[in-house]
């Protein structure tokens, strides 16, 4: 893989990415679905055939659809190491382009929907990991919607440019670029610029929006977490929370580290693929939260009330194994990933 210019398009829609690539067609363009590493093979092995047939000196590139589902960020990253493993540069993505229907996302956001886990995972990667994020289908939002929705994606997205749909009628109405989209998909979302910067409990003076890191090296109890996301993390209370994510740990589950991540009215707590004893696994929570009018007092209270007590922390993990845990099972950790010791 050479010279080639990529650009990744994606959408909860198949219709709406391939209609997007079709507009910004340099004139190479494919639609790929699978896993992620099928998928980088073979936009690798086109934008191989196309250094050759057009000459390492052209000015090319290859516009990909991607089949929804498919992880863009996988794919992109993939592409940038092999570009640095084979030419020392990883700058051959120009774009990763996203396309949303506005009036679904802003539906997920505030129509309080709670059985949309889903899409509501796929929206936020769709966000989080683009450079360009493109909306269609605005019209029927208020401007005021209209203006809490695109703030909202600047926060998610701290580096991505928000595009209305019909703005977006060829190439040149993307934003130049110098083909470094890979290093914003390593660690460029807003969640993780949140956790890994200074303290963040910031509200922004042109809109209602408010940001809070969350930091705190105790483990949950799981009882008193899940009063604290049923009654002081729901939309009214302290304020309405529209985007958090990040990782947790639960007492009565001390092998395992936990994944938060909420959209709107949904919040997904899973296990991730790191045992508690690894050396680079998370300590204790980390959690960024960003939402409308947060009272960031109240739910660091809130938060707070849920971790371990001293007594409780002292009596160690063979009493915390034995607490009532309303959470969803999680799988077993494969015995080979490491060595427990409590």
Request: aromatic share 4%.
């Amino acid at each position: 893989m050479l010279v080639a210019s990529i650009t990744l398009v994606s959408a909860l829609h198949v219709a709406d990415a391939v209609d997007t690539a079709a507009r910004i067609d340099t004139g190479h363009r494919m639609h790929l679905g699978g896993d992620a590493v099928s998928v980088a093979r073979a936009v690798a092995e086109r934008a191989d055939r196309l250094d050759r047939l057009c000459g390492p000196d052209a000015d090319h590139g290859l516009v990909v659809s991607l089949a929804p589902g498919t992880d863009v960020r996988a794919v992109g990253m993939m592409l940038a190491n092999a570009a640095r493993a084979e030419h020392g540069d990883d700058r051959i993505l120009r774009h990763v382009v996203s396309v949303l229907r506005a009036d679904d996302v802003a539906r997920l956001l505030w129509g309080d929907v709670d059985d949309a886990f889903v899409a509501a995972d796929r929206i936020a990667s769709l966000v989080e990991y683009a450079t360009v994020v493109v909306l269609d289908r605005i019209e029927p939002l208020s401007g005021r919607r209209r203006r809490a929705l695109v703030s909202l994606l600047h926060r998610l997205a701290p580096n991505a440019v928000v595009l209305a749909g019909p703005a977006v009628r060829g190439p040149r109405d993307l934003p130049v670029s110098n083909g470094g989209a890979a290093r914003f998909l390593a660690s460029g979302a807003g969640w993780m610029r949140g956790l890994s910067g200074a303290a963040d409990h910031g509200r922004d003076e042109h809109d209602d929006l408010v940001t809070l890191r969350y930091r705190e090296p105790l483990p949950f109890h799981p009882g008193r977490l899940a009063t604290t996301i049923e009654q002081d993390l729901a939309p009214g209370v302290n304020g309405r929370v529209l985007r958090s994510k990040g990782f947790f740990r639960l007492a009565s589950r001390p092998d395992h580290v936990g994944s938060w991540s909420s959209l709107g009215a949904m919040l997904a707590l899973d296990p991730t693929a790191n045992a508690s004893w690894d050396p680079d696994a998370p300590i204790g929570q980390a959690i960024w939260f960003v939402g409308e009018r947060l009272d960031v007092p109240g739910i660091e209270r809130a938060l707070d009330r849920a971790l371990l007590t001293p007594s409780e922390l002292l009596a160690g993990p063979d009493l915390w194994r034995t607490w009532a845990d309303p959470f969803p099972v999680w799988p077993a950790l494969d015995p080979s990933h490491g060595h427990h010791g409590d």
